[in-house]
């Protein structure tokens, strides 16, 4: 299990109007050179154009493992996907959504976050991609990242260090976790237990309380059409 990993990019945006007629976003983030404070919000300076669905406590910052850019551009046959180019916050080489869990905690510089879910993509990567297909390929393909709760401040620039530091939830990869979410393809027990899942974010803590829901309602009509 790799422990640490050195920061390869620290990216940041401003609300921009990409597409007339549409909503703003804050997707294109640009490189950051200089050590730049973390704060609750995320990277000092970074913004979200509708923080309903992007940002917040849960949400603060996204990291997107660096190792998946090669794999899309040869994918895709494209040369012009490079890191920072899905609006993530972070990159690094040698973490996946395989090998990091939900309530993992890190040291990032010198704040300390926590993983807090995978990324649900909407209609802007597409657009901003120029592909109609690539939350879909991101859905798909389980090459989400993850997001971020901060849980101390401190600074962090590239080059510096993110070094796991405590792992509470070891059977619950971010890929787990995150294609339970996407897929709503769960047992009763499991999506009983992720709504229970104190280190997870609220929103998909709730998703998952109603697949549980759900699926106890299943299988009582079950029963009852067996009686």
């Known amino acids: 299990m790799t422990t640490r990993v050195t920061i390869e990019g620290l990216f940041a945006g401003v609300v921009e109007v990409h597409w007339p007629g549409k909503p703003p976003s804050a997707i294109r983030k640009r490189p950051l050179s200089q050590t730049v404070s973390v704060t609750e919000g995320g990277l000092d300076g970074d913004m979200q154009a509708d923080l309903t669905v992007h940002g917040g406590r849960d949400k603060a910052l996204h990291h997107y493992p660096g190792e998946h850019y090669a794999v899309w551009c040869h994918e895709l046959a494209r040369d012009d996907l490079v890191p920072g180019g899905f609006g993530e916050n972070i990159t690094t080489t040698g973490l996946t959504e395989e090998t990091v869990c939900i309530g993992d905690v890190f040291a990032l510089g010198t704040a300390r976050v926590q993983i807090s879910q995978g990324r649900q993509p909407c209609w802007k990567l597409n657009s901003y991609t120029a592909d109609d297909r690539m939350a879909w390929r991101f859905q798909k393909t389980g090459r989400t990242?993850?997001?971020?709760?901060?849980?101390?401040?401190?600074?962090?620039?590239?080059?510096?260090?993110?070094?796991?530091?405590?792992?509470?939830?070891?059977?619950?990869?971010?890929?787990?976790?995150?294609?339970?979410?996407?897929t709503r393809r769960i047992s009763r027990q499991d999506a009983g237990t992720l709504a229970d899942l104190a280190e997870l974010a609220n929103g998909w803590r709730d998703a998952f309380a109603r697949l549980a829901q759900g699926n106890r309602q299943e299988d009582t009509a079950k029963r009852l059409q067996g009686s």
């Open 145 to 182: 990242g993850w997001y971020y709760r901060i849980l101390a401040p401190g600074e962090v620039g590239v080059g510096a260090t993110l070094t796991l530091i405590d792992r509470p939830c070891p059977e619950w990869s971010v890929a787990r976790v995150t294609r339970a979410r996407l």
